[in-house]
């Protein structure tokens, strides 16, 4: 048996019956197994490709099986999912596709399963993807499931992005949108600033909009993750985000800042870099104690002196009411908008967690709002675009606090940061998009106290 399968099988099952994070469980089960570089490059594209286009494989097993996913084994469903992914979407050979994943059900499944997993791989190997794409379209009964399973996306994540698109005046780029969540995002890096290093294009191609960001080639990308941390793997929605907040406007020496939800850290580094260079403090939080573990790990490539307290963040501001100038409200969300890196989001999260986020990220923002002190600027970021969970939650906040609140310009903040205008419509917050800005799709406010 191919390893490379092997752990590409056992990181999907674990997805999908323990709620594992691919992005965290694959290198820990590709370093496990020892696989050498092309097989952990099979095996991140085999467990990456399947994860993403999920859906559509589903409604193909069920055509080709005659029966719903939901009466197929799970472990054997994992099977299937993993041979019509290489049937469908790679160039490994059929035999090999086929025999391997059968491989997988007689070692990991019932062997009287076998002979069925059989005949649903080799009824789906003798149609070309075109042919599937039709029959799964010609079967869909209304025009949102057509998209749904072409694009692998479930229905009200459509009908969420379609929303959000709408509003940007994007409303007939839907279809890009969720061609750019299937498609492997490159490597992005950042060069933290005041650390010592040089500038971004001292390393390799710099960013079309942050100031800190660049890509490398290929294999060269993840080398430089060698200077003790202080290059890093980051988005670059996720830096604009955490800089539209140290950069808002001139800091002031002694400015006090907080990091509220910063697990696992990667902007709480970037503004660390960013207090240590303007005389500013900065204090992080996170309530799940690893995921603590982890910011005090990233932090370090900066400094050993930040606090990480692990506390819930709602608590905060009634233990230190008015005491920061500057808040990250990084808000737990339902991550819709970073489906290029963690793409099993989309089958993880449903309506009710909107509604069950949506209440957590207010409750935050209330807290936030009261620890900050008059003058202060706190920045409200999801990677997420569903409008519940931003504008929406921004403008109750707006409501309760009246006055009280003033939202800040976040596309004039921008502009004034990036090195490239990003095309954004009239503010105040500002939604990024994969198609269009090639970053995850970070929303972002940034909302003053009076
Ligand atoms: C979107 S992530 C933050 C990502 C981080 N800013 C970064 O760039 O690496 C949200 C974090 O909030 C944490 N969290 C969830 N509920 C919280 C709460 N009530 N108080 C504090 N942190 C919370 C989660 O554990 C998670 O680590």
């Not at 994007?170 to 780029?173: A, K, S, V, Y």
């Given at each position: 048996m191919s390893p490379a399968r092997i752990v590409a099988f056992e990181v999907l099952e674990a997805v999908e019956m323990d709620d594992a994070y691919a992005n965290l469980l694959l290198p820990v089960r590709i370093g496990r197994a020892a696989l050498s570089d092309v097989d952990a490059r099979l095996a991140t594209e085999l467990t990456y490709g399947t994860l993403r286009m999920r859906g559509f494989y589903d409604r193909v097993i069920e055509i080709a099986a005659?029966?719903?996913?939901?009466?197929?084994d799970p472990r054997v469903l994992d099977a299937l999912r993993l041979g019509a992914h290489q049937l469908l979407s790679t160039r490994i050979p059929t035999h090999a596709a086929v025999n391997e994943s059968v491989e997988l059900v007689r070692r990991y499944a019932t062997r009287s399963a076998i002979g069925f997993a059989n005949g649903v791989l080799r009824a789906i190997s003798r149609r070309s993807t075109d042919e599937w794409r039709d029959d799964v379209s010609a079967e869909a009964r209304t025009d949102d499931e057509r998209l749904a399973e072409l694009s692998s996306h479930p229905e009200w994540v459509i009908r969420a992005f379609r929303g959000a698109l709408e509003r940007d005046g994007?409303?007939?780029?839907l279809d890009e949108l969720l061609e750019a969540d299937n498609v492997a995002p490159v490597v992005n890096l950042i060069a933290l600033p005041g650390v010592g290093l040089g500038e971004p294009d001292d390393y390799g191609t710099p960013n079309r909009y942050s100031p800190l960001g660049f890509t490398r080639d290929g294999e060269g990308a993840l080398e430089l993750d060698v200077h003790g941390g202080r290059i890093r793997v980051q988005d670059e929605g996720s830096q604009l985000a955490a800089l539209a907040l140290s950069r808002a406007r001139p800091v002031v020496a002694g400015e006090r800042w907080l990091d509220l939800c910063a697990g696992p850290g990667g902007k709480a580094v970037l503004l660390a870099a960013e207090a240590l260079a303007s005389g500013a403090v900065l204090d992080a939080n996170e309530v799940i104690p690893v995921r603590a573990d982890l910011v005090r790990s990233a932090l370090s490539a900066v400094s050993t002196g930040i606090p990480v307290s692990v506390v819930d963040g709602r608590a905060i501001g009634d233990e230190r009411p008015g005491y920061y100038d500057r808040i990250l409200l990084d808000a737990p969300c339902t991550g819709l908008g970073a489906l290029r890196r963690r793409p099993e989001a989309r089958w993880r999260k449903s309506p009710r967690d909107v509604a069950e986020l949506t209440r957590l990220q207010g409750e935050l923002l209330d807290s936030a709002v009261a620890a900050l002190r008059p003058g202060g600027i706190l920045a409200y970021v999801t990677c997420s675009p569903h409008t519940a969970e931003t504008h929406g939650v921004v403008k109750g906040a707006l409501s309760r606090w009246g006055d009280t609140l003033t939202p800040l310009d976040v596309p004039t903040v921008l502009d004034g940061l990036t090195r490239h205008p990003l095309d954004l419509p009239a503010g105040p917050h500002a939604q990024l998009w994969p198609h269009r800005d090639g970053t995850d799709a970070m929303f972002i406010a940034l909302l003053e106290k009076h």
């Open positions: 005659n029966r719903p996913t939901s009466k197929i994007l409303g007939d780029t």
